[in-house]
């Protein structure tokens, strides 16, 4: 189906006639990937109200329910949001919609494929994370890391050790001041945490190694080396991936 052209200066769709959708696809798919692709040129800026039901019925030749399908859709994705008795607007940016995807994401993909790139993703954001709250050099938030030092070499029970152990982690996403970053890491929180539990049970030396490694990202931050945190950060996101590989634990993740 040819779609019609976007038109930036008009809230309303302009039709040269009528338009039919293609026979190999839901009429409702093509309203989807119409609307979509008006929000993400910017066509429809936030707050752009969506010309109405009957305007877009007439636009693609469709009936209400195929339109309500695709608005449906869309609002699902947190693009869209619908007022009664008003009309339908692209909704605001959220972070909570990311961070909802990728918690539905790391819950779905229980591959070792996927867990690693998990890793991965990890390996970026905390690295920077560290590195940006080492360059901070705030004095609260450093009392804040050693506090939750202490109360990681004082956990007797592996459960306690492991919760308190992506904590750890959650924490400097926090302090880092990128709430994107934050939004990621409590996305993977629970996931982390379960896969944190199983590793330390079957990995006899992994929490002196992980406290080692704490303490390593730590002093970094203590001394205001942006670089230092950063490496260290990596580099014990790394050896927690490498011990994982080296166990062959399957679908389980040392932290």
């Given at each position: ?11 309303r ?15 409702s798919?093509d309203?989807e ?8 040129s910017?066509?429809?800026p936030?707050?752009h109200?969506l010309?109405?039901e009957?305007?877009l ?6 009936s209400?329910t195929?339109v ?7 609002q ?30 790391s819950t779905l993909?229980?591959?070792n ?15 920077d ?6 360059a ?6 450093l009392?804040e890391?050693?506090a ?13 050790f492991?919760?308190?152990?992506i ?11 990128n709430?994107?970053f ?5 996305a ?26 704490h ?8 001394q ?10 990596r580099?014990?996101v ?14 389980v993740?040392?932290?």
């Amino acid at each position: 189906m040819a779609l019609p052209p976007a038109n930036a200066n008009s809230p309303r769709l302009q039709v040269d006639g009528p338009r039919k959708p293609s026979s190999d696809r839901k009429p409702s798919s093509d309203i989807e990937s119409y609307m979509l692709d008006r929000i993400l040129s910017g066509d429809w800026p936030v707050e752009h109200r969506l010309p109405s039901e009957a305007s877009l019925c007439g636009q693609f030749d469709v009936s209400r329910t195929a339109v309500r399908e695709a608005i449906r859709r869309l609002q699902g994705r947190g693009l869209l949001r619908t007022i009664n008795g008003s009309g339908t607007y692209v909704a605001s940016s959220q972070l909570e919609n990311v961070s909802q995807a990728l918690n539905a994401y790391s819950t779905l993909a229980q591959d070792n494929k996927s867990f690693l790139e998990l890793l991965e993703l990890r390996m970026a954001i905390e690295g920077d994370a560290a590195a940006k709250v080492a360059a901070a050099h705030d004095a609260a938030a450093l009392k804040e890391i050693d506090a939750h030092m202490e109360k990681m070499t004082a956990a007797t029970v592996i459960e306690e050790f492991a919760i308190l152990d992506i904590d750890f982690h959650m924490t400097l996403l926090r302090l880092s001041g990128n709430e994107l970053f934050h939004s990621l890491g409590g996305a993977l929180r629970d996931r982390y945490v379960r896969f944190a539990i199983e590793a330390y049970q079957r990995i006899s030396d992994s929490k002196s190694r992980t406290l080692k490694e704490h303490h390593d990202i730590v002093e970094a931050i203590r001394q205001g080396d942006p670089a230092a945190a950063r490496e260290q950060a990596r580099l014990h996101v790394g050896r927690a991936r490498s011990r994982w590989e080296e166990e062959g634990l399957k679908g389980v993740g040392a932290t």
